[in-house]
C-alpha cells in the first residue's frame, strides 16, 4: 500500500507534465505544420489558459498551499481542456472569450473577395465547415454553390 499511496499522492507530478506539456507541445507543433487553420484555436486557447493558470498559481502559491487538492484539479482541469474527446480549450473559447473579442471575422486572404465576403458572415463553427469543405473539393466548388445562393437569391 506504501508505493500505490506514494503513488496516488504524486500523480499530479508523475502525469501532468506529460497531459500538460508534452502532449500539448506535440499537438501545438502539429497543428503549426498542418495547412489547416482549425487546430490551431484549440492550442493558441490552451496556452493562453495554461499561462494563465500558471500566473495565477504563481501569484496565489501561498493561498493555494492551503488546498492540497489543488494540484489535482489543475489536473483534472488541463486534462478537459487538453484531451481531443473534450477540447474544453476551444469550447472556452467560444462559449466565453469570442463574445468579449469579436476578432473571428478574420479570413485567410488566399480566398477571393466574394469568398471572403461570405467566410466573414458566417460563425466560426459554419467557417470551420466550410473550410473542410474547400480543402477536401477545392474553391471552384465553393464558388459554384455561392453563385448557385446568388442565383436562387435573385430568383425570390
Same mark, same amino acid.
Request: charged share 20%; hydrophobic share 45%; proline share 5%.
Given at each position: 500500500?506504501?508505493?500505490?499511496?506514494?503513488?496516488?499522492?504524486?500523480?499530479?507530478?508523475?502525469?501532468?507534465?506529460?497531459?500538460? #506539456?508534452? +502532449?500539448?507541445?506535440?499537438? /501545438?507543433?502539429?497543428?503549426?505544420?498542418?495547412? $489547416?487553420?482549425?487546430?490551431?484555436? *484549440? =492550442? #493558441?486557447? +490552451?496556452?493562453?489558459?495554461? /499561462?494563465?493558470?500558471?500566473?495565477?498559481?504563481? $501569484?496565489?502559491?501561498?493561498?493555494? *498551499? =492551503?488546498?492540497?487538492?489543488?494540484?489535482?484539479?489543475?489536473?483534472?482541469?488541463?486534462?478537459?481542456?487538453?484531451?481531443?474527446?473534450?477540447?474544453?480549450?476551444?469550447?472556452?473559447?467560444?462559449?466565453?472569450?469570442?463574445?468579449?473579442?469579436?476578432?473571428?471575422?478574420?479570413?485567410?486572404?488566399?480566398?477571393?473577395?466574394?469568398?471572403?465576403?461570405?467566410?466573414?458572415?458566417?460563425?466560426?463553427?459554419?467557417?470551420?465547415?466550410?473550410?473542410?469543405?474547400?480543402?477536401?473539393?477545392?474553391?471552384?466548388?465553393?464558388?459554384?454553390?455561392?453563385?448557385?445562393?446568388?442565383?436562387?437569391?435573385?430568383?425570390?
Amino acid at each position: 500500500m506504501g508505493v500505490l499511496g506514494a503513488l496516488a499522492r504524486n500523480l499530479d507530478a508523475l502525469v501532468g507534465p506529460g497531459i500538460m #506539456l508534452l +502532449y500539448p507541445l506535440y499537438a /501545438s507543433m502539429r497543428a503549426i505544420e498542418s495547412p $489547416s487553420s482549425l487546430d490551431d484555436q *484549440q =492550442w #493558441l486557447t +490552451y496556452w493562453v489558459l495554461y /499561462s494563465l493558470i500558471t500566473l495565477f498559481e504563481l $501569484s496565489c502559491w501561498k493561498v493555494l *498551499q =492551503w488546498f492540497p487538492l489543488w494540484p489535482y484539479m489543475k489536473l483534472l482541469f488541463c486534462c478537459w481542456l487538453v484531451l481531443p474527446i473534450f477540447n474544453g480549450a476551444a469550447y472556452i473559447y467560444e462559449a466565453h472569450v469570442r463574445r468579449y473579442f469579436k476578432i473571428g471575422n478574420y479570413v485567410n486572404p488566399y480566398y477571393n473577395e466574394r469568398q471572403r465576403r461570405v467566410l466573414q458572415m458566417m460563425s466560426l463553427d459554419a467557417r470551420k465547415s466550410v473550410e473542410r469543405f474547400i480543402e477536401t473539393h477545392g474553391p471552384d466548388a465553393l464558388d459554384k454553390i455561392i453563385r448557385a445562393a446568388e442565383e436562387e437569391a435573385k430568383r425570390t
